[in-house]
């Protein structure tokens, strides 16, 4: 059976955190910002953690990260 690799895309936008949750960026901060308020803009410079249905299959993505 063929070794399991790790999905390259998944590597780079998540992280697993040390009690396993997954961390990664969020949205909407790239550019066109003039608009937005501080107050949304620093909200999106915090991570968004990650404890759904979604983190088992993210995981399998990272298997070997």
Do not use: C, D, Y
């Not at 780079?12 to 396993?20: A, E, L």
């Amino acid at each position: 059976m063929p070794k399991q690799k790790t999905n390259k895309a998944a590597m780079k936008r998540f992280k697993i955190t040390k009690k396993g949750k997954l961390r990664r960026h969020r949205a909407g901060v790239g550019h066109l910002n003039s608009h937005k308020t501080r107050r949304r803009k620093a909200h999106l410079r915090h991570p968004v953690i990650h404890e759904g249905k979604q983190v088992r299959t993210i995981k399998r993505l990272l298997a070997r990260a």
